[in-house]
């Protein structure tokens, strides 16, 4: 079966309970169609470069899909008919990646950084 990386940006008033809810409805969909999600990746509450929708920021998910293209294309045609989503983006992928996505690595990085000691000065 092919390999997809599915993201999607919920508006920013749910709550993180309420995107999980979303997340895990999308791989019921992906399960009931005979694939599997092998990972999911919540990425947190991010500001927007522009409007969309009338939100500035958003909820960032990332879904990483072993599926035949029609379970994708259900889960797809859900996503569309949610008010929750305000934007989807699927690509195929050659293989999926066991390790944390680069979004997760650069927070890894960032809370490093924080913790240093600043006496110095």
């Not at 008033?13 to 979303?22: C, H, K, R, Y």
């Not at 990483?64 to 797809?76: G, K, T």
């Amino acid at each position: 079966m092919p390999f997809y990386e599915h993201t999607f940006l919920a508006r920013q008033d749910l709550s993180t309970a309420q995107v999980d809810a979303l997340s895990q409805q999308f791989t019921e969909i992906i399960e009931s169609n005979d694939g599997k999600v092998a990972k999911t990746e919540y990425w947190g509450l991010k500001s927007l470069a522009y409007k969309i929708k009338k939100n500035r920021k958003a909820h960032f998910v990332m879904l990483n899909i072993d599926a035949p293209p029609p379970a994708l294309h259900e889960m797809e045609r859900q996503i569309a008919l949610s008010d929750d989503v305000i934007r989807q983006m699927t690509i195929r992928v050659e293989e999926l990646e066991d390790d944390p996505s680069v979004q997760m690595r650069k927070e890894e990085r960032r809370e490093r950084r924080g913790s240093r000691d600043r006496s110095d000065d």
